[in-house]
């Protein structure tokens, strides 16, 4: 590889670029617009890594390499808790303050974010309600449909598992088996912290618009990002706890 060394820090990573990205429409502009735009965009700027790093985490999960999966599932989990957390910036803004400015928003909503459901897709998305909510702005994107047409993480993790000649019940029934059992959870974990996303946002939603008021995208607001939050990627990985506890399958924790 070659190394060029005339080209400085602005250069690199197209400061004056990004910087001149950040439109805010209020006129006067509102001094809380930025902070608006700046939250989703950099939003949008991880999803573009998250989005990356699922292609190589489905990789490794297809060359059933479970410890380079678990080092994309460390990342991974690392992105999506930041992502959650920059949302408590917008906790500072009050809800009139915001009143003040959305009406220029007009029918943009993140509802409409492609990488957004492009995540969701990867991550093992395919039921009815979402498939209609996708096709809710017009033909499902290239980037979704190809996403749509690969295997979701949870069957790639089965196809690993049964690759290593065993289950998922005896992966929790037997511990030893470390690495498939770290990736499990570290799976759990991705779902917990997208989930937490989910809370974060809609709580965030309510503590703005309150939680009759619809959104700048036609759902219910509130009511509808409430729905969202039983949505699984691993219905399996949850499931599989209930059978330690009798009300699963017949099996027990020592019969694997
Ligand atoms: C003042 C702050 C915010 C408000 C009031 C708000 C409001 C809403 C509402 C009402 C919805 C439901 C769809 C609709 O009818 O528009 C929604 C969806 C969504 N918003 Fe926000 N939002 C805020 C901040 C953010 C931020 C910072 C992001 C980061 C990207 C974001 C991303 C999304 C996404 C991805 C959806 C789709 C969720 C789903 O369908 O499960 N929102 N938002």
Do not use: C
């Not at 070659?2 to 006067?28: K, M």
């Not at 309600?129 to 949870?154: K, M, N, S, W, Y």
């Not at 037997?174 to 690495?179: L, M, Y």
Request: aromatic share 10%; hydrophobic share 45%.
């Amino acid at each position: 590889m070659s190394a060029s060394n005339d080209v400085t820090y602005g250069e690199y990573l197209a400061v004056e670029r990004l910087l001149q990205l950040q439109l805010p429409r209020s006129r006067p502009e509102h001094p809380d617009e930025l902070l608006f735009i700046v939250v989703h965009q950099a939003s949008e700027l991880w999803f573009k890594v998250l989005l990356h790093e699922l292609d190589l985490l489905v990789a490794r999960l297809e060359a059933s390499d479970a410890m380079a999966a678990l080092a994309s599932m460390r990342r991974i989990n690392a992105i999506t808790r930041i992502v959650a957390t920059q949302l408590s910036s917008l906790d500072t803004l009050p809800p009139q303050r915001f009143a003040e400015f959305r009406g220029y928003l007009g029918s943009a909503s993140g509802g409409q974010s492609v990488q957004f459901r492009a995540i969701e897709a990867a991550s093992g998305l395919r039921d009815d309600h979402f498939l209609a909510v996708l096709r809710e702005h017009g033909p499902i994107p290239d980037a979704i449909q190809r996403i749509l047409d690969r295997p979701t993480l949870q069957a790639l993790f089965m196809d690993l598992l049964a690759a290593r000649g065993t289950t998922l019940d005896a992966v929790y029934a037997n511990p030893s088996i470390t690495d498939l059992y770290f990736l499990a959870e570290s799976l759990i974990e991705y779902e917990q912290g997208f989930g937490l996303w989910r809370f974060l946002h809609m709580q965030l939603v309510e503590r703005i618009i309150g939680p009759m008021t619809s959104g700048t995208g036609g759902t219910l607001g509130s009511k509808y990002l409430q729905r969202t939050l039983s949505q699984r990627f691993f219905p399996k990985l949850w499931e599989v706890r209930s059978r330690f506890f009798g009300t699963g399958s017949a099996m027990s924790p020592n019969s694997a």
